[in-house]
């Protein structure tokens, strides 16, 4: 009798995709390749001068630290708080925040790794398309 329960699981992925709010992710943990029910962990390139578009992730927490870069962000209701998290910061973000987050180098590309208790990454992502022209 075949055992139906998650093992461990080594993934060595080189796949990207584009997200819907327009960053470049490299496929790690997620539901899609392993087992994982409650989380994903990614790697997050942000190419010199890429701007996401501004977004909030439905019911689920994201954390994140920088590798490489720095990277703005615009959050909060209206996107009107901002900070800016760099190599070897980690950052934060609640579940339902709108945010926007932005390469600060137009010459240097930005690499974060990148965990959300969303096992499936983009599903819970909504598009906020009446805050993508806030801060050009």
């Not at 327009?22 to 989380?39: E, K, N, R, V």
């Not at 994201?62 to 760099?86: D, P, S």
């Not at 974060?112 to 969303?118: E, G, K, M, P, Y």
């Amino acid at each position: 009798m075949e055992s139906t329960l998650p093992t461990c699981t080594v993934v060595r992925s080189e796949e990207q995709y584009r997200g819907k709010q327009g960053l470049q992710y490299q496929m790690g943990i997620s539901a899609q390749s392993t087992a994982s029910q409650g989380l994903c962990l990614h790697l997050n390139t942000f190419l010199p001068g890429a701007r996401a578009k501004a977004h909030l992730h439905q019911n689920h927490e994201t954390a994140i630290y920088m590798l490489k870069g720095a990277v703005g962000m615009w959050y909060g209701e209206g996107l009107k708080e901002h900070l800016v998290v760099q190599a070897g910061d980690y950052l934060y973000i609640p579940a339902n925040m709108p945010h926007l987050p932005y390469n600060l180098s137009e010459t240097e590309e930005a690499l974060a790794v990148l965990s959300r208790t969303d096992p499936n990454e983009q599903e819970s992502v909504t598009l906020l398309p009446e805050l993508d022209l806030v801060h050009l």
